[in-house]
């Protein structure tokens, strides 16, 4: 297995910009995320990894070989398409097998590792199956077994789920985890499905307009967004305008729209806010860390209108509002009596769940 690293690597495709300066280090062995919105660079980034774009600067390392204009058969990286580009008229041991016989290997070795493979995605028996018999999903693990075959130092998937329907997405994220764990393979996955990459990814690199927003865990992207992209495009958010008032210890008090101070912590800002006195501040506010008050005199308890209540069976979500601004809450269903639309609700909003996001 390998490591991945590009040096400064920018795209561009004529006067159009692709991608600028991507800046990254993959651990060999790690599970690796782009996530962005389409046209965000990528597929563009991904593309260059595999060798079917050179980069116009910078430098793409696989360990400590240097393969920036090195071709795509000759850097040992297994790829998956989002349209699989399987062989539609061969048989599924044909496609799998295929990779290997451009690569002249004999008979008897070829027949082990298609049957390995053909075990290892769990479509043992459909050897002789042609593609078209076969369902979306069988499709994608017979894309999956011949992107492993050949032994990659590294496995390129570029949206690999997006053809498949959501429970079948749900379970298949599953299984090309558990293959990357068995086999320790460094993987590289591009989607724009933030979910997707929240629940198999070791780290993310979250892409805005060919520009690298963030690049953290899944954990840190969700608690630490450096700024309001990254902040809405990771699950839900309550964004709310603020200016700052005042600080005292480690903690900082913000106005917010409906006159009321809310306090946060000075330790809660990302890295590109700058927390002064009467300066305008966006805060980040999860809508699972705001409750309803118990006793409605808990600090940083605001008082609202309800203007949207949901009733899931498993949680109660609301929408308020409060001064010129609504504020989602999602908690889990304790029994309590659900308000209704146009009740007033009193929600209380911990200091240490205010995020200052930019
Ligand atoms: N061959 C090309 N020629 C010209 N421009 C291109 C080419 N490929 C990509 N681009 C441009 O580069 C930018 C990044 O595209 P890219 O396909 O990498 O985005 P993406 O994030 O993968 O999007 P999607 O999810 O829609 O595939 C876009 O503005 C796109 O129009």
Known sequence: MSSVTLEHVHKRFGQAKG??????????????????????????TLRMIAGFYFPTEGQIRFGSREVTSVPPHKRNTGMVFQNYALFPHMTVFENIAFGLQVRKLSRTE???????????????????????????????????????????????????LSNLDAKLREETRFEIKRLQLELGITTIYVTHDQAEAMSMSDRIMVMQSGEVQQIGTPHDIYHRPVNRFVASFIGETNLWEGTVAGFEGDEVQVRVSSGQILTGLKKNASPQVRLVAGEKVTLSIRPESVMESATGEEANTVTGAVVLAEFTGACVNYVTSVGDEQLRSMSINLGRPVKQRGDTIKLHIPKESIYFAG
């Not at 993959?26 to 996530?35: D, P, R």
């Not at 590792?113 to 459909?126: D, N």
């Not at 050949?150 to 998937?157: A, F, R, S, T």
């Open 19 to 44: 991608v600028e300066d991507v800046h990254i280090h993959i651990e060999s062995g790690e599970f690796f995320t782009f996530l962005g919105p389409s046209g965000c660079g990528k597929t563009t």
């Open 110 to 160: 070829t027949q082990e590792r298609v049957e390995k493979m053909m075990k290892l995605v769990r479509l043992e028996g459909y050897g002789e199956r042609r593609i078209d018999q076969l369902s979306g999903g069988q499709q994608q693990r017979v894309a999956l077994a011949r992107a492993l075959v050949i032994e990659p130092q590294i496995l390129l998937l570029d949206e690999p």
